[in-house]
């Protein structure tokens, strides 16, 4: 019988948010309590990916919350989908919906989130009029931290966007680094998916292949929605570049991994955190997912001893192993658990402005160790993860953590 929990994440985001909100008053109506946002796309292609996110995130809660909440405090947590049948993955639209329902509820006083950045562009200026903080996972795009655009994602002036990975201003050039040093590429194709995550990751990537002396064959943009690649796939193929590097998510990914398998199938292959992925794995499959290289946008910790019994927690209480951005979504809820716990320590109000800055002054030890902050939003940590997808038969197609293989820390960028 599915919890009560799981019924609700299943419901169109505003039911969620009503009966979240229901249940909290006619429940713990006598209780203390406050609530925390969560905001991935629970439609589309990317959902089996947001669940595995969300999941990191609930499970961070539901511990606290065993142990009696947090300062006297209840956890309650407003699930809200930001994907849309109509989008057919993440939409930024219904993300802004979903940033002004968050904003308008006092009781929320921070959110995990958004998986996507084309999301947190949508949100970050409406979270910044509410002066609500959010921790995002997984989304990359280093525009919506960089002060450069503080007046269009954050015209309040103080950092409300914060991470628990790092962004493409690494991940890309730290990847083409790998390629120009470890694989001794020489020639590139590169593609995007035309969003913002992608488009970001892709040219960020293509920049720093060029000053490694990489011959950079062009750079196409696939269409997410578009069934058939073969042209742009075929004019690589005839360009015969070495290797080829995709910036995006699964919607477009899955076509390309199908595709270039029939078209390229010895050209080396390559992709961001898109590409680590259980939707790819699942929708893609092998053997046309094997030799795929991607990275990640943080340590990767699976194999640490200390981390083995969180993963086997989360797998008992799920169903299914993590991704890399369970624990990045685990480690986004314990700075806000820890926020929460000195703002009531202190004696002030637990809102979402005295969070906020709780969270700015974070010093929490993780999953990934201790995570603190800079000026604006962006972790401190920036190691990026190097993966290749190599075919387990041992563990289910889309276990991302048995079928991508770790390589190492990419080089990093001075």
Same mark, same amino acid.
């Given at each position: 019988m599915p919890t009560r929990r799981s019924v609700l994440v299943q419901l169109p985001a505003a039911a969620v948010?009503?009966?979240?909100?229901?249940?909290?008053?006619?429940?713990?109506?006598?209780?203390?309590?406050?609530?925390v946002g969560i905001d991935v796309?629970?439609?589309?292609? !990317?959902?089996?990916? =947001?669940?595995?996110?969300?999941?990191?995130? @609930?499970?961070?809660?539901?511990?606290?919350? %065993?142990? *009696?909440?947090?300062?006297?405090?209840?956890?309650?947590?407003?699930?809200?989908?930001?994907?849309?049948?109509?989008a057919g993955q993440? !939409?930024?639209?219904? =993300?802004?919906?979903?940033?002004?329902?968050? @904003?308008?509820?006092?009781?929320?006083?921070? %959110?995990? *989130?958004?998986?996507?950045?084309g999301c947190g562009k949508a949100m970050a200026p409406i979270l910044s009029q509410g002066n609500l903080a959010i921790i995002t996972p997984s989304s990359t795009n280093p525009d919506i931290t960089d002060p450069k655009f503080a007046g269009q994602f954050r015209p309040m002036g103080k950092a409300i966007y914060f991470r628990t990975v790092t962004t493409d201003a690494f991940q890309g050039p730290d990847m083409a680094n790998f390629f120009a040093q470890t694989l001794k590429v020489k020639t590139v194709y590169v593609l995007d998916d035309s969003g913002a995550y992608g488009v970001g990751m892709a040219n960020a990537f293509e920049d720093q292949a060029k000053k490694n002396g990489m011959t950079v064959l062009g750079h196409d943009q696939l269409d997410p929605k578009g069934a058939d690649y073969s042209n742009i796939l075929t004019?690589?193929?005839a360009a015969e570049p070495e290797a080829f590097y995709y910036g995006g998510t699964s919607l477009a990914g899955i076509k390309l991994v199908k595709q270039s398998y029939d078209i390229v199938p010895k050209i080396i292959k390559a992709g961001g955190d898109g590409v680590y992925s259980?939707?790819?794995?699942?929708?893609?499959?092998?053997?046309?997912?094997d030799g795929w290289y991607a990275t990640i946008a943080s340590p990767y910790i699976a194999a640490n001893p200390d981390v083995k019994p969180w993963i086997e927690r989360y797998t008992a209480n799920y169903g299914q192993g993590p991704t890399a951005y369970s624990f990045t979504a685990y480690d986004a809820m314990l700075v806000i658990l820890d926020s929460i716990q000195r703002v009531a320590d202190s004696g002030k109000p637990v809102n979402h402005d005295t969070v906020r800055d709780a969270i700015q002054a974070a010093n929490v030890k993780t999953l990934q160790g201790v995570v603190s902050f800079d000026e604006n939003g962006d972790i401190t940590n920036r190691v990026v993860s190097v993966f290749q997808c190599q075919h387990n038969s041992q563990y289910a197609d889309d276990n991302v953590l048995q079928q991508f293989k770790y390589l190492g820390v990419a080089p990093q960028t001075s």
């Open positions: 948010a009503g009966s979240l909100a229901l249940r909290s008053r006619s429940v713990f109506a006598a209780d203390k309590s406050v609530t796309p629970l439609t589309g292609s !990317d959902a089996e990916n =947001a669940i595995l996110i969300k999941n990191g995130a @609930v499970m961070a809660v539901d511990e606290a919350n %065993a142990k *009696g909440g947090v300062a006297g405090y209840k956890i309650e947590v407003m699930i809200l989908d930001d994907g849309t049948a109509t993440y !939409d930024p639209a219904q =993300a802004a919906t979903n940033a002004r329902k968050m @904003v308008s509820d006092p009781s929320v006083v921070a %959110a995990v *989130g958004p998986e996507m950045s004019k690589i193929k259980a939707a790819l794995l699942k929708g893609a499959s092998f053997p046309a997912m």
